[in-house]
Structures are given as C-alpha cells and as structure tokens.
C-alpha cells in the first residue's frame, strides 16, 4: 500500500517555472513513479514516469525538453521539474504509483494522490 501526496502547485506566467513535489508513505521505492495531469474538460493524461532505479524516465512529448522528472527513495520523495510552462500547462496534477510494467506506457498505476492545481497565465 502507498499513499502519496502532491505539493508545490500554484500560478505562474507563461515561461516561468515550478517544481511539484510528492510524498509517499509505505512501500515506496521499488514502485516507478509518474505524473500525470488533467485540465478542465479533458482527460487525465500521462506527462511523465520514472523507474524504481531512476535510471529510466519517460516523457509526454508536449513536455519533452521542459520538464524532468526525479525521486529521492530515501526521503519517499518524488519530483516533476517544469520549466518553460505554458498556457497548456494548466491543469490539476498527479502523482502515481505503478504495480506494473505497463508504467513505460503510462498504465499500470494504481495509487494515486489527490492532485495540486497548476495553473499557468499567459
């Protein structure tokens, strides 16, 4: 069982930055970790994962070059980098954790935080 927590959301202009951070409870560390977002009237979609090992990551390609994901396994830590941001951008995000090999493809996750409001002005 892992419980996770985001933080970090907030506004920012077009072209700033903000990192959200994610506390996990539980069994943390050998879990890949993603992000994933959801803005007003759409889907909720996969922006970024990395492996238990942090060796391997994976990107949307609408953040490719702009965003970067992390985690720190001992402090249950996981983190999303944005730099860059755009209008686009706004949404609420995630943190999950996968269960699965489907996490390379964005499935697989089964825990999930409560998300934190991103929202970026142009």
């Known amino acids: 069982q892992v419980q996770l927590v985001e933080s970090g959301g907030g506004l920012v202009q077009a072209g700033g930055s903000l990192r959200l951070s994610c506390v996990a409870s539980g069994d943390f560390s050998s879990s890949p970790m993603g992000w994933f977002r959801q803005a007003p009237g759409k889907e909720r979609e996969f922006v970024a994962a990395?492996?238990?090992?942090?060796?391997?990551?994976h990107y949307a390609d609408s953040v490719k070059g702009r965003f970067t994901v992390t985690r720190d396994n001992a402090k249950n830590m996981a983190y999303l980098q944005m730099d860059n941001l755009k209008p686009e951008d706004t949404a609420v995000y995630y943190c999950a954790a996968a269960t699965g090999p489907g996490w390379v493809v964005g499935t697989d996750f089964k825990y999930w935080g409560p998300g934190t409001q991103v929202t970026v002005s142009s």
């Open positions: 990395i492996s238990w090992s942090e060796v391997t990551t």
